[in-house]
């Protein structure tokens, strides 16, 4: 039971000394994704890296928030081009789902418009 409960410590306290370094190696006003041990994650900007945690920039509803979290309560900081989420898969899907309906629309009219057989 110790053995267990040394290693979770062990465990937690390199995974904080990891997010710790990983917030002290990013630049500040840098935008990054954060994503927490109760599985939620944010997108934004590290605005100040202190010992014991951070402040985040984020948006919420079109309106700047700034948000301070401590380390321990962090799984994963990872740095990314963009605080929006790319559509470009979005934008693939609509391309492709017009383009078959256009083509759909031409094969009927064609269809439409030929002599029956008798």
Same mark, same amino acid.
């Given at each position: !039971?110790?053995?267990?409960?040394?290693?979770?410590?062990?465990?937690?306290?390199? @995974?904080?000394?990891?997010?710790?370094?990983? !917030?002290?190696? #990013?630049?500040?006003?840098?935008?990054?994704?954060?994503?927490?041990? @109760?599985?939620? *994650?944010?997108?934004?900007? #590290?605005?100040?890296?202190? @010992?014991?945690? &951070?402040?985040?920039?984020?948006? $919420? *509803?079109? %309106?700047?928030?700034?948000?301070? &979290?401590? &380390?321990?309560?962090?799984?994963?900081?990872?740095?990314? %081009?963009?605080?929006?989420?790319?559509? !470009?898969?979005?934008? #693939?899907? $609509?391309? =492709?789902? #017009?383009? =078959?309906?256009? $083509?759909?629309?031409?094969? &009927?009219?064609? $269809?439409?418009?030929?002599?029956?057989?008798?």
């Amino acid at each position: !039971m110790l053995t267990v409960s040394l290693a979770a410590s062990l465990c937690t306290a390199r @995974d904080e000394t990891s997010v710790r370094e990983q !917030m002290h190696a #990013i630049a500040p006003n840098s935008p990054v994704e954060v994503r927490f041990y @109760d599985g939620s *994650k944010l997108r934004g900007w #590290i605005s100040d890296v202190s @010992d014991s945690g &951070f402040v985040l920039n984020h948006e $919420i *509803k079109h %309106k700047l928030q700034y948000s301070r &979290f401590t &380390f321990d309560s962090v799984r994963s900081v990872r740095a990314v %081009k963009s605080v929006n989420p790319s559509h !470009m898969t979005r934008n #693939i899907l $609509i391309g =492709v789902g #017009i383009t =078959v309906v256009v $083509i759909g629309a031409l094969l &009927f009219a064609a $269809i439409a418009r030929t002599p029956p057989l008798t």
